[in-house]
Structures are given as C-alpha cells and as structure tokens.
C-alpha cells in the first residue's frame, strides 16, 4: 500500500473505526467536480442550466466520498468479526485504504473480508438505482435523480475496479485467499498473486500507451497512471506480507541492536549535546536515574527547550516518562512490534525487560534484517 499518509483533515468515526481523508483526495475530489460539470454532466444530460450541472457534480463528489467509505467500512466490519482489526480508513488518491495492521490468520478469514467491499458497492449499486426510480417518481428535482442514477453506476464501477485480479486490490486478495486454501503456503500464494498484479499492471500500461497514441491522449494517460499505482502497490504489498511472515515467530531480541547508551537524568541538555549527542548521533537516549530508567529523550526534544535555558535544564526534567513510552518487550513477536511501530509512527522503540532497556530497535534494523533474511535465507523458518 501507499506509504502511511499524513495529515489528516477531519478525525470522524464510525463504529470504532477512525476515518481520515487525506488532501490528496481532497484535490481529486475537486478535479472530478470540475471534469464533471464542465465535461461528462454537460454530454450526459444536455440542456441544463450550467448551474444544475454544478449541484448534480456536487451531490456526486460527496455520494462518492460516502460509497467508499462505506465500501472500506464493510470490509472493516466483516475483517472484526474475522479477528482482523482495521483501525483506520483513509481515503487517499484512488480511493480507500482499511489500514491492516496484520496477516488475516485464515484463507477463509481473507477471502471473506476482500469479498465484502465489492458485495457492498454491487448491493448498493441497486439500492440506490431504486431509490432513484423512487426519488423519480415524487417530483424530486431531476438533479438529485440524475445524480442517484449517475452514483448507481460509480458504485457498479467500484466493486468491478476492486475485483481486477490486482494484489492488493480486493480481487487480489480473493485470488490470494484461493490460492492460500489450495497450496497452504500463504508466501507462495502472496507470490503468485504479486506477479499476477504486476501482469496485469504491465498490460494496463500498454493499453494505455496504445490508447494515447491512437484514441485518446488524455484516457490513455490515466490507464498509464493507474497501472503504474498498481505496480507500485502491488510490490509494496509484497514486500510488507514478506516482512510480517519472516519476522512471525522471532523474537524482538533476535533484530534489536543490543548497544545502547544511557544518560544520566542530572546531565544539562548543554552537556548532553556537547559530550554524547555530537559524539554517538543516536536517534533516541535511555535517560537513567541510577539504575532507575525515567523515560527517554530525542534529539528534537532538546530542541523544544529554548536555548537559553539548555545550561539549566536537566535531561531528567525534559524526558518521555517510561510509563507514556512505547516499548518493545525482549521476547515480544517482531512481526507484531514492526506492526505497533507502523501504527503508533514511530521509527525506533526501547527495549524492555524486567522494567530496565536492555536494547533498541529501529523500523531500518528491521528493514536491514529483512534484506539479509532475503538474500541469505530466502526461505522463512
Ligand atoms: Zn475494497
């Protein structure tokens, strides 16, 4: 999937799930607007008050924004009832994104989940060309009706788009979860389910090289952009399966880096700086009462400190207490703390055993580990 976006513009929720929508989509919502009442509206429907055109586009955009929504939160509901949680939808660029902070446990548990986005939008595809029918029939301004029709079909278009084969598409995943339940080998099954993507991103590109020399510019551009979002995707979602069923079943002890250098609490922020941070560079400090760990310091919290008072202020007085810190547990799971790491954003973690840090692993050891499994242990435990 994309990287994790950032700023969220509104925090809602539905059902205990939170939902982001991202400025990208924001800005894509605004060019359908505007392609919709200047171009496809005005073709569709011909001899309307530009105006109308302007609030049919209006009702569409924010329909559209909903049928995702709702798209993502069927798969999130069903994922629940599954054990999977999902504890975020984003809407981002394309579409979507039920942010999966793990592996379903199951085939059926997959397949299940992936399918229920899909039967969602199909489902509502219909209830809302009835309600149209229905809208129709009261006299309702034809706007409104015209813009039901027109979500009918979006809706119809979002779940065939979900079902192309294309990892991790929702297609993609109920190809995953097929193979999954025949070869019962979930790496081999995310494999083949990656190249089939890549296939189809690759065929998705040339037709729209060909379409922009011969039909269309502009169409021809759009497959292009897609297919290449679809590689991307596809690669990225490879790589992050690959990492969870490489790290599932080692222990956090086995990719930390077991050095780590403490601060003592009494030490000014003018002498940390001078006589540990220039020397060692490290991204995060223990800071230690004796034997005693307090909390941790960042190097951009002595930034917060104003300059002046760097001279008095004790490293004690500034840091993260150990109790608001995230952590790490020596014998925790390191599929599961790379997936707490992702979820809580942050890029290095102290390790704990028995109330004292014993180690510290950052999301790029992981990376690092990852790549030498790869290289030198192609194949997991
Ligand atoms: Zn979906």
Redesign the pocket.
């Given at each position: 999937m994309p990287p994790a976006p950032a700023a969220p513009r509104r925090p809602l929720s539905l059902f205990g799930v939170q939902i982001r929508i991202h400025v990208s989509w924001v800005i894509v919502a605004l060019f359908i607007a505007w392609s919709l009442a200047s171009g496809s509206l005005p073709m569709l429907f011909a001899g309307l008050p530009a105006g109308s055109y302007w609030s049919m586009a209006g009702i569409i955009v924010i329909g559209l924004a909903a049928s995702i929504v709702l798209?993502?939160l069927?798969?999130a509901l069903v994922g629940r009832a599954m054990g999977i949680s999902v504890d975020r939808i984003t809407l981002f660029l394309f579409?979507?994104v039920?942010e999966l902070h793990e592996e379903p446990k199951r085939p059926g548990g997959e397949l299940a989940m992936?399918i229920?986005?899909?039967a969602f939008?199909a489902v509502f595809s219909l209830v809302l060309a009835a309600a149209a029918g229905a809208v129709g029939q009261t006299g309702a301004p034809t706007e409104v009706v015209m813009a039901l029709g027109y979500l009918a079909t979006l809706n119809l278009v979002?779940a065939a788009f979900?079902m192309a084969p294309a990892f991790p598409?929702?297609g993609g995943?109920v190809l995953r979860a097929l193979l999954w339940m025949s070869t019962h080998d979930l790496m081999k099954a995310t494999r083949i389910a990656v190249r089939t993507s890549e296939v189809l991103a690759l065929l998705l590109m040339a037709a729209g090289l060909t379409a922009a020399f011969t039909v269309e510019a502009a169409g021809g551009l759009w497959w292009i952009m897609i297919g290449l979002f679809l590689h991307g995707a596809a690669r990225g979602a490879l790589r992050e399966s690959e990492a969870r069923q490489m790290f599932a079943g080692h222990a956090i002890a086995e990719v930390m880096a077991p050095s780590i250098e403490t601060v003592p609490a009494a030490y000014t922020l003018d002498r940390f700086v001078d006589e540990r941070l220039m020397a060692s560079r490290h991204g995060l400090y223990p800071v230690m009462d004796g034997e005693t760990w307090l909390g941790i310091v960042k190097p951009e919290d002595i930034l917060r400190t104003p300059r002046e008072a760097w001279k008095t202020t004790t490293m004690g007085e500034i840091c993260t207490p150990a109790a608001a810190t995230p952590v790490a547990g020596l014998l925790d799971d390191a599929s599961l703390v790379m997936d707490r790491m992702r979820t809580q954003q942050v890029q290095r973690m102290p390790v704990v055993h028995r109330g004292s840090v014993v180690g510290i692993v950052t999301l790029q050891d992981l990376m690092g580990s990852l790549e030498l499994w790869r290289r030198f242990r192609p194949k997991p435990l």
């Open positions: 798209h993502e069927a798969h579409g979507g039920a992936a229920a986005g899909p939008s979002l979900n598409l929702d995943r």
